[in-house]
C-alpha cells in the first residue's frame, strides 16, 4: 500500500512569511503526527491529530498550528517564519490505537532565508 | 534539557566489531521504540519493548528495556556497512501515544 506523502519536499521561504505543509497517510490510518527534526534538538514533537482533533501538542509557540481533514490528510501551518524555524518537518501516521508503529514520510526540508 | 538522552551520539567503527547505544530517562515509559533513519528517509521502526527487562532480537540486533522501564539498549553484534544510519530512541511516557525521541546515534560502519 502507498506510504505517507509529504508535498513539497523541499521550500525555501524568507523571515516573516508563511508556510504550509502537507501530509497524506496510509489509507485506513487516522492519526497523523508531526515532528520538527534539526542536528541540534532531534526530533521534537509538534502535535498530533486523530479524526480531526488535535490529541496531543509539544512545547511550541502558537505560530505553529495544524488540522486534520475528514480523509485523515492534515496540514501544518507555520507563521511569521523565523530563521530558527529551517528543519525537517516529518509527518508520520498510525492507527491511533495505543503504541503503535509509526509510519513516516520522507518529509519536507524548510530553509528559512 | 532531553528527556531521553542518547549515547553515544556518534559511533564510527570497522566492518565486523560489536557496538551497543543507550537510551537513558529519569522517566518511566510504558513502552520504547527503536527507529532507524537513513539520509533523506523518515525513521523506520524496528521493535517496540513493551515489559521491563524484556530482549528482543533481531537478527543481528538485540534490544533490552530496563527493569525499571527507564532506559533500553541496542546491541549490534558483527556490524555491517548496512547498518549505518541513524538510530533514534522514541518512549511513550503514559501510553498517549505522544511518542518522546532521544537526539539519535549515528553511527558509521566502514568496510
Known amino acids: 500500500k502507498a506510504g505517507v506523502t509529504q508535498t513539497p519536499r523541499y521550500l525555501i521561504k524568507t523571515r516573516g512569511q508563511q508556510v504550509t505543509l502537507s501530509c497524506s497517510p496510509i489509507?485506513?490510518?487516522?492519526?497523523v503526527s508531526w515532528y520538527q527534526q534539526t542536528p541540534g534538538q532531534g526530533l521534537q514533537f509538534l502535535f498530533e491529530?486523530?479524526?480531526?482533533?488535535?490529541?496531543n501538542k509539544g512545547n511550541f509557540p502558537g505560530r505553529f498550528s495544524g488540522r486534520q481533514f475528514s480523509n485523515s490528510r492534515s496540514e501544518m501551518n507555520v507563521s511569521t517564519l523565523e530563521l530558527g524555524d529551517s528543519a525537517l518537518y516529518l509527518c508520520a501516521s498510525s492507527l491511533g490505537q495505543g503504541i503503535g508503529e509509526l509510519f513516516f514520510g520522507e518529509g519536507s526540508r524548510l530553509t528559512v532565508l | 534539557t532531553q528527556l531521553l538522552e542518547q549515547s553515544p551520539q556518534f559511533l564510527s567503527i570497522q566492518e565486523g566489531e560489536n557496538l551497543t547505544v543507550y537510551c537513558n530517562s529519569s522517566?518511566?515509559?510504558?513502552?520504547l521504540q527503536w527507529y532507524r533513519q537513513e539520509p533523506g528517509e523518515g525513521p523506520v521502526l524496528l521493535v517496540t519493548?513493551?515489559?521491563?527487562?524484556e530482549v528482543k532480537k533481531l537478527k543481528r540486533l538485540t534490544f533490552q528495556f530496563g527493569d525499571a522501564r527507564k532506559d533500553s539498549s541496542l546491541h549490534i553484534t558483527a556490524a555491517q556497512p548496512g547498518d549505518t544510519g541513524l538510530y533514534l530512541c522514541?518512549?511513550?511516557?503514559?501510553?498517549?501515544?505522544?511518542?518522546?525521541f532521544g537526539q539519535g546515534t549515528t553511527l558509521q560502519v566502514k568496510p
Open positions: 522517566s518511566v515509559f510504558s513502552s
Open positions: 491529530y486523530f479524526s480531526e482533533t488535535q490529541r
Open positions: 522514541a518512549g511513550d511516557l503514559s501510553n498517549t501515544g505522544k511518542l518522546i
Open positions: 489509507s485506513g490510518h487516522r492519526s
Open positions: 519493548v513493551v515489559t521491563g527487562g
